[in-house]
């Protein structure tokens, strides 16, 4: 292949020749990395005609058809009523349609073809106030770290519903939660909400019991298995998540109430609940069944591009044939979905009645593990083969490789964007909303080769007209909000495009910062955004104000200027926050203790709530004062990643005087006219 072919193929499969870094510096894409890519985004045979095409509302409704003539067209609403006429092609042979009004997914017939029509509204949905004059508030939480008696050790919806209600009225609009995606059953430790093995179907682990199975039964089920009682009260009092442990004990008493309580009669609402869940959920279930019946063969029980051939696609006879001799235990694995959805409507239930104007934000991540059962059941419709990440910036200047894979763009359109439609669909069943995990995404992604480093690929286009579309009608037909993390390197006019869709980024005060690299007064913050102390992936307040934040110092002399910089950064921090402090406060520094970094968490609770910044969400660990963050990116020896649980029951939040003085603290800022 020469260059000029190479690169006519990398540009029709979206693929960038040239790209520019976080510092302004153009690279050329290594053609190697081009020919690897290339293998991988190639697709099958493409469809003659769009199975679907997405336009806004009033938009000019264009159809590609190769046909010469006029045509007569059909247009069915989804409301059953149609519209129908003759058309003909303009000099570029492309059927012009009369603009549809009504949002929805709607279908066209012409020249012997069914299009689909998804109408969009011009933005995703509003965010929702309790008071006209006031401005949101909420808390981000991670769902597995929240504790409460006997939980076996890790959090779950219940607890989420638990701390729903109490937050709800207390003043909060909004809780937004850590991914709830299935993960790998057989291998608990890998705990990553972020790595999802499916980003349609749900952790079981997360499931809350009561929503299926009254106390009683639950207690005398552990009072049946004495052998129980020691490993739960150890894994319920642990500071740390014992993944491996505590999800084995929890697959356990899950079986139990399976065999003895579902399987003899499953519930009704359980068989529709499967009934709708349809070819996906059946296929995720005997993928799970799979991989417990492959377990003993080591490495190869997980990973399904290891199994045998004949187990390798959903299609088979084999699959069929198992899927036939192992009913009980796929059984098993569509009960837990039916368990872990149940939890899910309940928790957002429970959050609308205790007041929240907007309820449960879910999470949804950027790319999925290539060795789950997503990929499993549509190969086509993923990069396997290719891993995303991001290029070289300030904040990893050696990029970063997130060992997941995405969607292929050819395939998204030849299949009418099924499996993002269903991605986002799984995300609005929260009921309020969605974070889009780098929700660049949506325009461009960073590619690179298997095996590749992190700096050693290109950015993929993403066909960002439809799925901005999909993504406002979805969210508008959920009634959800979007909110797009944003951080990183973003595109330029990227945060301008967004605010146009009403999507919320990301102001997080460790960035939101001056040209001088001075900490932005909360007045000047952009309203386009919704305001954070921190996120997961970054320190907490009390940790930075501690300099706790840096596990990785490797000497006295590194560790002397750190702190030399850190002194100075204080300074800084403080004196932004000094200057949204009440006047009859001590304004002098804090110290670099406890009780000084407790106040620095009030006042930066204060200044952030005090933004023009429509939504405001506090995470958990700085409602608790906590100094560890939940995730250090990229270490995974020194901290312990995804392993925190909060030191305080869900139940007790409100007899704790701090965290009742930070709710005080929202509510009065937050919500006075």
């Known amino acids: 292949m020469t260059k000029r072919d190479l690169h006519q193929a990398a540009k029709k499969a979206g693929l960038a020749i040239s790209w520019q870094d976080a510092f302004g510096k153009t690279h050329r894409t290594d053609p190697d990395v081009l020919k690897a890519l290339l293998q991988t985004c190639s697709f099958g045979e493409e469809k003659k005609y769009p199975t679907l095409v997405s336009v806004k509302v009033g938009e000019s409704i264009c159809l590609p058809i190769n046909n010469k003539g006029s045509e007569s067209f059909l247009l069915k609403h989804e409301d ?74 890790i959090g779950h919806l219940g607890s989420v519903a638990k701390l729903a209600k109490i937050a709800g009225q207390e003043g909060a609009d909004a809780l937004m939660m850590s991914p709830l995606h299935a993960l790998c059953p057989l291998r608990p430790e890998r705990c990553s909400p972020y790595s999802p093995s499916s980003r349609r179907f749900l952790n079981p682990l997360l499931a809350d019991l009561r929503t299926c199975f009254p106390k009683q039964l639950i207690h005398t089920v552990y009072r049946q298995h004495p052998e129980w009682a020691a490993q739960i009260t150890e894994r319920t009092a642990e500071k740390l998540i014992n993944w491996k442990a505590a999800g084995t004990l929890r697959f356990q008493v899950l079986r139990v109430l399976y065999e003895k ?157 099924e499996a993002f439609i269903a991605m986002l669909r799984a995300g609005f069943a929260a009921g309020g909303g969605i974070r889009f995990d780098h929700v660049m995404g949506l325009e461009r992604i960073w590619l690179i080769p298997d095996g590749g480093n992190s700096n050693e690929g290109t950015y993929l286009t993403m066909p960002q007209k439809d799925l901005k579309n999909l993504l406002a009608l979805e969210s508008a037909r959920a009634g959800g909000i979007v909110i797009g993390e944003d951080l990183g390197t973003v595109p330029k006019g990227f945060r301008s495009r967004m605010a146009e869709k009403k999507i919320w980024g990301m102001n997080v005060m460790w960035f939101t910062k001056t040209a001088l690299n001075q900490f932005l007064p909360p007045a000047a913050w952009p309203p386009t955004g919704v305001a954070m102390t921190t996120t997961h992936d970054l320190p907490t307040v009390a940790g930075w104000w501690l300099q706790m934040d840096n596990p990785a110092q490797e000497n006295s002399s590194e560790e002397h200027q750190e702190e030399s910089d850190r002194q100075g950064e204080r300074k800084a921090l403080w004196t932004m926050l000094r200057d949204n402090t009440a006047e009859n406060q001590d304004l002098s520094l804090p110290p670099v203790n406890a009780d000084g970094a407790a106040t620095v968490v009030d006042a930066a609770i204060h200044a952030v709530a005090s933004t023009p910044c429509p939504l405001m969400l506090l995470p958990m660990e700085d409602l608790l004062g906590l100094t560890d963050q939940p995730n250090v990116p990229g270490d995974q020896k020194l901290h312990p990643n995804w392993r925190n649980r909060y030191p305080v029951t869900v139940k007790n939040l409100r007899q704790n005087q701090d965290i009742s003085r930070r709710f005080s603290i929202m509510n009065t800022t937050r919500h006075k006219k």
């Open 261 to 417: 309580h579902i399987r003899p009669s499953p519930p009704q609402e359980m068989l529709s609940f499967i009934q709708q869940g349809g070819n996906a959920l059946k296929n995720h279930a005997i993928f799970e069944a799979l991989q417990v019946s492959l377990k003993t063969r080591g490495p190869r029980g997980d990973n399904w591009r290891l199994w045998e051939a004949p187990f390798k696609k959903p299609t088979t006879p084999e699959i069929a044939r198992f899927a036939h001799l192992h009913q009980e235990e796929v059984g098993f694995w569509l009960f837990l979905q039916w368990l872990a959805a149940k939890s899910l409507k309940y928790a957002a239930s429970t959050a609308h009645d205790a007041g929240m104007s907007i309820g449960l934000i879910a999470d949804i991540a950027v790319g999925l593990d290539p060795s789950g059962a997503e990929c499993w059941a549509q190969q086509d419709g993923f990069l396997i083969g290719a891993s995303i990440g991001a290029p070289p910036d300030q904040l990893a200047p050696k990029g970063q490789n997130w060992g997941l894979t995405t969607f292929s763009p050819q395939a998204l359109q030849q299949t009418g964007y």
């Open 80 to 153: 059953n009523t149609q519209t129908e006429g003759k058309i003909s092609p303009n000099k570029d042979g492309v059927f012009q349609l009369p603009p549809c009004h009504k949002p929805g997914y709607h279908k066209v017939e012409i020249a012997g073809t069914e299009v689909t029509l998804a109408v969009a509204p011009e933005t995703c949905a509003a965010l929702k106030f309790r008071d006209e004059g006031s401005r949101a508030w909420g808390l981000t939480v991670q769902i597995p770290a929240l504790r409460q008696s006997n939980d076996t050790g």
